[in-house]
C-alpha cells in the first residue's frame, strides 16, 4: 500500500534530466506514490518529449502549460496552479529541483499551504543576485524542509546562511547517476557521433543558453568569436533562446561552429564522452564534462561548482575570444577521482530520507 503522494514539480530540461533518476527510485522503492506536474517552461519537443520519453520519466499527471511570459508572469501563474492541485492531493511532500521558476513557484506554493518542502541541488551559490537563477536557489532553500546538497561547499554555504542540522544532507549529485545509468544505454543507443561524422576526440563541444551570455550581445559575440577560433569543429546544440538572440543581433556563426538543433540526453551524453573538450555555460554541463573525464572552459565569469575549478579540470574564461582562444588549445584532464559527487546513490538516498522524514511526522503526530 502507498504510504502517500509526492507532488514533483519540473518544467525545463536539467530538471527532466534529474528527476528521471529520482522518479526511477521512487518506483523501485514503490512506498510512496509519486505526481509530476509539468509546468510547461520548456515545450519543444527536443526540450521537453524527447526526456520523457528516452529517460522512461513518468508522464506528467498536469501540464500546465505556462511559459513565454516574464518572470514573475510564469512564477506567479505556476504559484497558483500549484497550489490548486496541492489542496486537491493533499501530499505528503513537494519535491523542486535546481533553481529555475518552476522550482520556485513549486516551493512557494507548497511553504504557504504548509506542505513540506523537498529541494533537490540545495545551497548552490554563485553569490551573483543579477542572475535570476541565484534569486530563486536562495529562496527555495530557505522555505525547504529538507535540503540535498550535491557536494559540501553547497552544504557549506547553506550554513553560512543559518541552515543546517539534520535537515541538510549531502546525498551527492544526482546528474551522477544519470550519468552512469543512462551512459550504458547511450553507448548502445546513440549514433550522434556517426551522424553529424564527428572522430572521438576530433571536436569541442559547446552550449550556451545563460541569460547573462545570450542577452548581451557583446558577451554572444565574444564567446562565438572564440569558439571561431579553435582549429577543430565545435558541434553546438543551440537552446531555442541562443537562437533567436544569434538572429536578432545579427552576429555572424563562424564556420567552424557546427549549429545543430538541442539533442536528447543519450547523445548529450556520447558527445560528451568523445570531446575533445567542452565548453558551456552550464551548470549541468560542466560537472558531467568531469564525470566523462573531459576538460571544460566555463564561459562565465563565475561558477556554482567551485570545486572542479580547484580540482583543475574546469577553466573560468568568462566571454573574452582571447580567453577562450587559449583556453581551447590544449586539453588536459588531471589524474583525479571521478567522484566527487557521490556513489551513484543519490536518487535513492533522496526517496529514503523523504520517506523517514514521512515515517517522523507521523510517528510524532500520534
Ligand atoms: N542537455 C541535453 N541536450 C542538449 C543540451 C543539454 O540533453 O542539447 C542536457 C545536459 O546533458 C544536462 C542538462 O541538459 O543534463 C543541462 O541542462 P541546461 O544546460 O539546459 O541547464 P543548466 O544545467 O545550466 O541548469
Known sequence: ????????VVGARPQFVKSAVVSRAFSMQGQLTEKIIHTGQHFDDNMSRIFFDELNIPEPVWHLGIGGGSHAQNTGRAMEAIEKIILEEKPEFVLVYGDTDSTLAGALAA???????????AGLRSFNRV??????????????????????????????????????????????????????????KSSILKSLKLE?????????????????????????????????????????????????????????????DPVGYLDMLMLERNAFMVATDSG??????????????????????????????????????AAIQDALKVSRFPDVALNMYGNGDSSMRIVEAVERSIDRRRASEK
Not at 499551504?113 to 541541488?121: D, G, K, M, S
Open 284 to 321: 549541468g554541463v560542466q560537472k558531467e564534462a568531469y564525470f566523462q573525464g573531459v576538460p571544460c572552459v566555463t564561459l562565465r565569469d563565475e561558477t556554482e561548482w567551485v570545486e572542479l575549478v580547484e580540482l583543475g579540470v574546469n577553466k573560468l574564461v568568462g566571454a573574452s575570444a
Open 200 to 260: 572521438p576526440k576530433g571536436f569541442v563541444l559547446a552550449t550556451l543558453h545563460r541569460k547573462e551570455n545570450t542577452d548581451n550581445f557583446s558577451r554572444l559575440n565574444g564567446i562565438l568569436a572564440g569558439l571561431g577560433t579553435s582549429e577543430r569543429v565545435v558541434v553546438l546544440p543551440l537552446h531555442p533562446r541562443t537562437k533567436n538572440r544569434i538572429l536578432e543581433s545579427g552576429i555572424v556563426v563562424p564556420k567552424n561552429v557546427m549549429v545543430i
Open 111 to 121: 511553504a504557504k499551504a504548509n506542505v513540506p518542502l523537498a529541494h533537490v541541488e
Open 1 to 8: 500500500m502507498s504510504k502517500g503522494t509526492v507532488l514533483t
Open 131 to 188: 542572475m535570476p537563477e541565484e534569486v530563486n536557489r536562495v529562496l527555495t532553500d530557505h522555505v525547504s524542509t529538507l535540503l540535498f546538497t550535491p557536494s559540501e561547499v553547497a552544504t557549506k554555504n547553506l550554513a553560512n546562511e543559518g541552515i543546517k542540522g539534520e535537515q541538510v544532507i549531502n546525498v551527492g549529485d544526482v546528474m551522477y547517476d544519470a550519468a552512469l545509468i543512462f551512459g550504458k544505454i547511450a553507448e548502445q
